[in-house]
């Protein structure tokens, strides 16, 4: 593998939810700067398949299974790549998920899940890598949170709330670490083709929620191509970058909300209206993933607007419906 000349060269990384998405394009473009890795997520298959592709390329590569959600997995995964590398150079916070609904879908352990997993999971890592960071006087930490982070987007309350909890801590670290030599990157991407519209939870009218979902995902007017939004991550990282927002719509939102947040909460109301209804009376009601969701809404019509998504899941480790595999539609991309 050809290594790109880098700062990062020979320092160790570890990434959380490496195994596909944009954690495992965080990781190629940390492999292709010489970086050594540890990443790790709960898919143990995954897990494998990553890690074989990345050592395909050449890369020092270490992966294990761990659920962040267990307070003790932090501490385990920094003393792992400590055994393995010495200590941690980097931390890239990338873990999440995804849940699409009404709010009248959601329960209270919908909003616990998505804090555990990103917000005390990211707090519990930052925690564990700092005191060998400190110690050094240097470390970069890189924090992905989400356009929701700074704007709450309907039917992803769970999702909106935790990156809002993630957005804020992450500002406040790196002002609290400016003078210690250890860098803090608040990464706030809009929405990128990962592929991850497959492995999303969707609740109430799941399959409708899929189909605005899964579009907006893969639309190139409003989603970044993910390869070029982890180049832009790992160079953040490589110049210690306070903050860098992706895609041109997520920018626009955030300066709206901004200068004028009462317009902006208006128009996110139309935008509500225009979202499906639950589907099935108030109360909770039973998700599916994407997947599921994909299948049961049979919509050649959805497929065709997804390709560009669907050929990202392909590409970056993410599960696909089997059904897509009955037919083909021609799609270009730029890098």
């Known amino acids: 593998m050809a290594t790109t000349k880098s700062p990062l060269k020979g320092l160790s990384a570890l990434v959380t939810g490496g195994s596909r998405g944009l954690g495992l394009l965080i990781a190629r473009e940390l492999a292709s700067r010489g970086c050594r890795l540890l990443i790790c997520a709960r898919d143990a298959d995954e897990l494998r398949r990553a890690e074989e592709e990345l050592r395909a390329t050449g890369a020092e590569v270490h992966s294990t299974v761990a659920d962040l959600t267990d307070a003790a997995t932090p501490e385990r995964l920094v003393a792992d790549a400590q055994e393995r590398f010495g200590h941690v150079d980097i931390l890239v916070n990338n873990a999440g998920i995804i849940q699409v609904g009404p709010m009248e879908t959601m329960t209270e352990q919908d909003f616990r899940e998505a804090m555990e997993l990103m917000f005390f999971a990211q707090l519990r890592m930052v925690l564990a890598v700092l005191p060998g960071m400190r110690s050094r006087g240097t470390g970069r930490i890189v924090n992905i949170t989400s356009i929701g982070g700074r704007v709450a987007v309907p039917h992803l309350l769970p999702y909106s709330a935790a990156k809002f909890a993630a957005t804020g801590f992450s500002d406040g670290l790196r002002a609290e670490l400016a003078p210690t030599g250890i860098s803090v990157t608040t990464v706030i991407p809009g929405l990128m083709r990962t592929g991850s519209h497959f492995a999303a939870r969707f609740g109430g009218n799941a399959e409708q929620e899929y189909a605005w979902f899964a579009t907006g ?119």
């Not at 110049?239 to 920018?251: F, H």
């Not at 049979?298 to 560009?308: C, E, M």
């Open 217 to 335: 995902a893969g639309m190139p007017l409003l989603s970044m191509n993910a390869g070029r939004a982890a180049r832009a991550i790992v160079r953040a990282a490589e110049r210690r970058r306070p903050e860098i927002i992706l895609t041109p719509a997520a920018k626009a939102a955030v300066r709206l909300h901004g200068v004028a947040p009462v317009t902006a909460v208006r128009m996110l109301s139309l935008v509500d209206r225009l979202l499906p209804s639950s589907g099935n009376g108030t109360g909770p009601v039973q998700t599916m993933s994407g997947v599921q969701a994909c299948e049961r809404l049979d919509s050649r019509l959805v497929d065709r607007v997804t390709a560009l998504a669907n050929r990202a899941a392909r590409h970056h480790n993410e599960p696909v419906p089997a059904r897509l595999g009955r037919w083909s539609v021609p799609v270009k991309e730029g890098k």
